[in-house]
């Protein structure tokens, strides 16, 4: 015994009972069969280390803590309400210092606004704009880098939407990495800077905002489109001469952490012919800088998907998060697939233009 660490917090590390129902929706579980690659497991593993059972550092335990995709899908359908989410989210505080060197480059390249403003210049995202009503729309750090299109349509559709081109990181990647102050600071900073209702259009940081500024000011994109109908009426589009068959990959934040899923399907199956997946719901294997940290187990864990996804006739897969945004583009990619892959954002641009 080393003693009492203090690491998690008591009362929703003892809240799990046991009883397993995570096992069957976790994405690590259903891979390796493993218990220790379970929710239940590594709440076992996460309770030795609090006790000092285990030390912090044990290689065994980094491993599992790691593993974890934090995509939350044990949450749900946990009878104890077990706040799955926040217990790896300490575990990874705790052991931030043990942490890839990858994860603090990304990190430390987003806490600078004048990084973000830098690699932002060159990329043509959403103009300045100051709206006449008290709702911004959020960049995101590396969505509005890989992906400025995703912000230029939002604006397309809605153009009243107040866009600060020199907003910083919400600070969501630094706290499911294990940086759970700097995190909440970041967040609580873009909250000061962009007062009001914030539009999101990256379910991660949809989640990690909403959890520290408070979900009554955070709206995702297809919560604002539900309730704000463009002026635009949304449109059916077609692809390969018939009406669009498409399906979502849901993002898990959004998902598991907001309850966010039913305004997406509702939108697409007014602009084409919506395809639900069986593993919509399901991890695609990005999970922050998951596929960049472990590019392998993120390509196993797409591959649960695989199969169903080409066996689906489809023409479109709409994804709501920048990182499954890459994460489909590139295994979509790696089967030749000619399925394209689009932000919801993109979708809705698409829907709406060029309409009398
Ligand atoms: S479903 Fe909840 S209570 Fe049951 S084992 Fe999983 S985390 Fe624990
Ligand atoms: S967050 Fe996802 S990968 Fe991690 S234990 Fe829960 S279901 Fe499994």
């Known amino acids: 015994m080393t003693g009492q660490t203090g690491i998690f917090d008591a009362e929703t590390l003892n809240a799990c009972i046991g009883c397993g129902y995570c096992l069957p929706t976790c994405p690590t579980y259903r891979l390796t069969g493993d218990e220790a690659s379970s929710p239940r497991g590594r709440i076992t593993l996460m309770r030795a280390i609090q006790a000092g059972e285990i030390e912090l550092g044990d290689p065994a335990a980094m491993e599992q803590s790691q593993e974890c995709l934090a995509c939350r899908a044990c949450e749900p359908v946990c009878p104890a309400g077990v706040q799955y989410g926040s217990l790896i989210e ?19 390249a987003v806490r600078r606004t004048w990084t973000l403003r830098l690699g932002a210049a060159v990329v043509p995202h959403a103009r300045t704009h100051r709206g006449d009503n008290d709702t911004h729309l959020m960049l995101g750090c590396f969505e509005r880098i890989l992906f400025p299109k995703v912000s230029r349509s939002v604006q397309q559709t809605y153009p009243d939407i107040s866009v600060d081109p020199n907003q910083g990181c919400c600070g969501a990647l630094h706290a499911h990495n294990g940086e759970l102050q700097t995190g909440e600071d970041m967040a609580r900073q873009l909250g000061d800077d962009l007062p009001g209702t914030i ?21 995702e994109l ?51 012919t919506l395809v639900d997946l069986r593993t919509a719901g399901d991890c695609c294997g990005a999970a922050g800088s998951y596929s960049l940290l472990r590019p392998e187990a993120a390509h196993r864990v797409f591959d649960a998907k695989r199969n169903e996804i080409s066996d689906s006739d489809l023409d479109v897969i709409v994804v709501v998060n920048p990182g499954c945004y890459r994460q489909l583009k590139t295994e979509l990619a790696v089967g030749a697939s000619d399925i394209e892959v689009l932000h919801l954002a993109e979708l809705i641009a698409e829907s709406t233009a060029d309409q009398p």
């Not at 705790?94 to 994860?103: E, L, Q, S, T």
């Not at 539009?199 to 709206?219: D, K």
């Not at 002026?231 to 849901?250: C, E, F, M, P, Y």
């Open 90 to 108: 300490q575990w990874r505080d705790a052991g931030w210092k043990r942490m890839p060197i990858k994860v603090f480059a990304a990190a430390a």
């Open 199 to 219: 539009v999101t259009t990256a379910g991660g940081c949809a989640a990690h905002l909403a959890s520290v500024i408070g979900r009554e000011r955070v709206v």
């Open 222 to 272: 297809s919560e604002y489109a539900a309730s704000h109908p463009p002026k635009r009426k949304l449109s059916q589009i077609t692809r390969n001469g018939r009406v669009a068959r498409i399906a979502i990959q849901d993002s898990c934040h959004l998902r598991n952490g907001l309850g966010v899923a039913d305004t997406i399907r509702f939108l697409v199956s007014r602009m084409g």
